[in-house]
């Protein structure tokens, strides 16, 4: 019996990827190993943050940064920086943001759920462009639609990529260059746009005054982290609203290198920030994997979950109804992580992809496979969570449903 069973809950095997509802990735053994360190003694939070912020300018050529409970809080820190500056009297009236700027940009096609980080601060959305999804042309707001929102309640530009696509490269540079041009900090999420791992320095190097990664997902860090890393007077106002800054002021002495204490008016009590708070264990156990998280390590990673690819591949092989590919796959260098595409036909298999995958969720070992592709009859995997002998369980699984056989 393992520890989820000792609750009562029953363990899956996470064919998803990265998701939070099934769990994030494993964490690599060294991540482990640090947080079981770490969580033998004690340190300063604002000392450990001041430690993970020149970590975090190392591997992103940002200012500063600082590790939060996940990408959400670092859109949510974020904008409370965007919102306050290092004025501590706005640091403590946040979410009430009336009588100050509030109102953060957003392209029409970018809302989603995840705003609920930037609305929790405080912020107001102003959308910009339009739903032109009626007419079957959709296209990317243009920047002069951003720069005509722009205003003196303007507090923030946001643009939320999400996971990198290439074809953001032209809006990001013009937004960026926009922002710089009227003064108005720009905010981007790139929550799952690593690997590969250059994309922890495109945002910042693009313009960006602050940029949200997930620190589990592709990084593999504790899914509980996050990083927000940019300006360093925007950290710092982030920062000030995260750390527990109790006790006298008078002994209140910060890291310089993190807080410029001498540019506010007093010392900031529990902000905004204190629902966002990251355990040492967690701060130390990110750090640790971004030292070692380089372009070499991302593809010798890559390379090691299409081998466990290509052994699910060779267990169905054959079976009719069946076709199979790669997407992103190792070969390309990038060290994006690869994932297996498995196409049925529904009408020769007298199942759909929908039917498929309940049977695999259901059934004994529990199989979760994502999700996304289901309308197109197609179950998408990944191996980031598995290892050799959950790759040939999962092609063993794999190979009794789809022959009909389970």
Not at 360 to 373: A, I, T
Request: hydrophobic content about 45%; some cysteine.
């Amino acid at each position: 019996m393992n520890i989820y069973e000792e609750f009562g809950v029953t363990p899956i095997i996470n064919l998803w990827g990265t998701g939070t509802m099934v769990g994030g990735s494993i964490m690599a053994p060294s991540v482990v190993n640090a947080m079981v360190e770490a969580s033998k003694a004690c340190a300063k939070v604002d000392e450990l943050q001041a430690a993970a912020s020149r970590v975090i300018a190392e591997v992103t050529g940002a200012e500063a940064g600082i590790v939060t409970c996940g990408a959400a809080a670092a859109l949510t820190m974020g904008t409370a920086a965007c919102l306050t500056g290092l004025d501590v009297g706005r640091m403590e009236r946040l979410p009430d943001t009336s009588g100050m700027p509030n109102e953060v940009i957003m392209a029409r096609d970018q809302r989603c759920a995840f705003d609920h980080a930037i609305r929790a601060a405080g912020a107001v959305i102003v959308e910009v462009g339009y739903n032109e999804s009626l007419t079957g042309a959709m296209r990317p707001v243009e920047t002069w639609e951003f720069e005509a929102a722009i205003n003196e309640r303007t507090a923030a530009i946001a643009l939320i990529l999400y996971a990198w696509d290439p074809k953001k490269e032209r809006q990001l540079a013009e937004v960026g260059a926009l922002a710089r041009r009227c003064g108005v900090p720009l905010l981007v999420d790139a929550a799952g746009s690593v690997p590969p791992v250059d994309n922890l320095r495109r945002f910042v190097a693009a313009g960006a005054d602050l940029v949200a990664f997930s620190g589990g997902k592709g990084i593999r860090g504790p899914q509980n982290t996050g990083i927000l890393c940019g300006r360093r007077d925007l950290i710092a106002a982030a920062a000030l609203q995260q750390i527990d800054a109790c006790g006298f002021s008078h002994t209140w002495n910060p890291p310089e290198t993190l807080v410029p204490k001498d540019k506010l008016a007093g010392q900031p009590r529990q902000g905004i920030g204190r629902a966002h708070k990251v355990s040492k264990e967690a701060l130390i156990g990110l750090l640790v994997r971004l030292r070692e998280l380089t372009k070499e390590k991302t593809i010798e990673e890559a390379r090691h979950m299409q081998a466990l690819l290509d052994k699910i591949v060779r267990s169905i092989s054959g079976l009719p109804f069946v076709s199979t590919a790669i997407e992103h796959p190792a070969e390309s260098g990038s060290g994006a992580v690869p994932s297996l595409k498995i196409k049925i036909d529904p009408a020769g298999l007298g199942q759909d992809a929908f039917a498929i995958s309940m049977k695999l969720r259901n059934g004994s070992p529990r199989l979760w496979v994502n999700e996304k592709n289901l309308p197109d009859h197609t179950l998408v995997i990944t191996a980031i969570c598995l290892d050799e002998a959950l790759a040939d369980i999962v092609g063993q699984r794999l190979k009794a449903v789809l022959s009909g056989n389970d």
